[in-house]
Nanobody, 127 residues
Framework: QVHLVESGGDSVQAGGSLRLSCEVS????????TAWFRQAPGKEREGVAY????????DYADSVNGRFTVSQDIAKNTVYLQMNSLKPEDTAMYYC????????????????????WGQGTQVTVSS
């Protein structure tokens, strides 16, 4: 059974940094794709960062590209999201998604392709 637990959310000022963690059990992060999504109140869920595929590639939403970095620690079976230069519009609940099914090239940005989700961790950025 797949289980994902996020941590690291906090309240920070604009320009600050945070690192979110997603502890994964039930599959090896080195062999399956994992992603970060976020949802702000009144807004649709948005994909933020993806790591996976046959070459363990990474991909980012345009809104975070150059500021966020997704990585993984194979020994800890944990996926991280390093967030720098945070903006108030980054305020949201951040979710880790795993147990991906599909083809990386075509499906990584589709939330329905991730069968397991964490409970979320709140990130609040004040101006």
């Amino acid at each position: 059974q797949v289980h994902l637990v996020e941590s690291g959310g906090d309240s920070v000022q604009a320009g600050g940094s945070l690192r979110l963690s997603c502890e994964v059990s039930g599959y090896r992060v080195s062999s399956r794709s994992t992603a970060w999504f976020r949802q702000a109140p009144g807004k649709e869920r948005e994909g933020v960062a993806y790591i996976g595929g046959p070459r363990m590639s990474t991909d980012y939403a345009d809104s975070v590209n150059g500021r966020f970095t997704v990585s993984q620690d194979i020994a800890k079976n944990t996926v991280y999201l390093q967030m720098n230069s945070l903006k108030p519009e980054d305020t949201a609940m951040y979710y880790c998604a795993g147990d991906f099914v599909g083809v990386w090239d075509n499906d990584r940005r589709r939330p329905t392709r991730y069968r397991s989700w964490g409970q979320g961790t709140q990130v609040t950025v004040s101006s």
